[in-house]
């Protein structure tokens, strides 16, 4: 059975992404020219949209990684709570973080995380989402560059997964409702 067979619609295709992105490289590029940028990718989601993105970007820039947890134990929903669990490597005194995120929902764990890195003394801190979804949104926040605003349906691929299954996926698609709903 193939990943394809679970997937009810295709949202985003390959080339769709391929594209956007690079945008999103060229006015990044543009927007940090002569600044210290720091990508930073919040895994394990965006690890495939930082790859990509930072082969747009046309700049001098670093990059590091985060693990981070809004924790609520076994449920699916968030408790509002922010566990980093792997914290940056670099400094940030003085740079122009840019948080890389796969998909900006309720908007809660940025919300926390967000001031946690000003607290730093960074030169400023924004955020890129490959994708938005505004209709879940708990929290006034709002990502500073968006690849795509999506539906309220459960996406995976492009780095999205359930059950760590479905990041490989070249494009970003709808799972079935009966793939999640078997595992009750």
Same mark, same amino acid.
């Given at each position: @059975?193939? @990943?394809?067979? /679970?997937?009810?619609?295709?949202?985003? !295709?390959?080339?769709?992404?391929?594209?956007?992105?690079?945008? $999103? %490289? +060229?006015?990044i590029s543009k927007d940090y020219a002569g600044k210290d940028l720091l990508m930073v990718s919040i895994l394990? %989601?965006?690890v495939v949209f930082m790859a990509?993105? @930072?082969?747009?970007? !046309?700049?001098?820039?670093?990059?590091d990684f985060m693990v981070v947890s809004s924790y609520g134990g076994a449920n699916t929903t968030t408790t509002g709570l922010v566990k980093i669990i792997k914290d940056l490597d670099a400094d940030l005194s003085g740079k122009d973080v $840019?948080?890389?995120? /796969?998909?900006? /929902? !309720?908007?809660?764990?940025?919300?926390?995380?967000?001031? @946690? =890195?000003?607290?730093?003394?960074p030169e400023s801190?924004?955020?890129? +989402?490959?994708? /938005?979804?505004?209709?879940?949104?708990?929290?006034? =926040?709002?990502?500073?560059?968006?690849?795509?605003?999506?539906?309220d349906e459960f996406v995976v691929g492009y780095g999205l997964d359930y059950d760590e299954k479905y990041r490989n996926l070249p494009y970003v698609g709808v799972l079935k409702p009966e793939v999640y709903s078997q595992k009750a």
């Amino acid at each position: @059975m193939s @990943m394809q067979d /679970d997937i009810k619609a295709v949202l985003v !295709t390959e080339q769709q992404l391929k594209q956007r992105v690079a945008e $999103l %490289g +060229a006015e990044i590029s543009k927007d940090y020219a002569g600044k210290d940028l720091l990508m930073v990718s919040i895994l394990k %989601g965006a690890v495939v949209f930082m790859a990509d993105l @930072m082969r747009e970007v !046309t700049i001098p820039a670093s990059i590091d990684f985060m693990v981070v947890s809004s924790y609520g134990g076994a449920n699916t929903t968030t408790t509002g709570l922010v566990k980093i669990i792997k914290d940056l490597d670099a400094d940030l005194s003085g740079k122009d973080v $840019l948080i890389v995120e /796969d998909i900006m /929902d !309720t908007g809660v764990t940025l919300s926390h995380l967000v001031p @946690m =890195l000003q607290m730093r003394n960074p030169e400023s801190v924004r955020i890129c +989402a490959v994708l /938005d979804k505004p209709s879940r949104r708990k929290v006034e =926040l709002q990502p500073d560059y968006v690849g795509f605003q999506v539906p309220d349906e459960f996406v995976v691929g492009y780095g999205l997964d359930y059950d760590e299954k479905y990041r490989n996926l070249p494009y970003v698609g709808v799972l079935k409702p009966e793939v999640y709903s078997q595992k009750a």
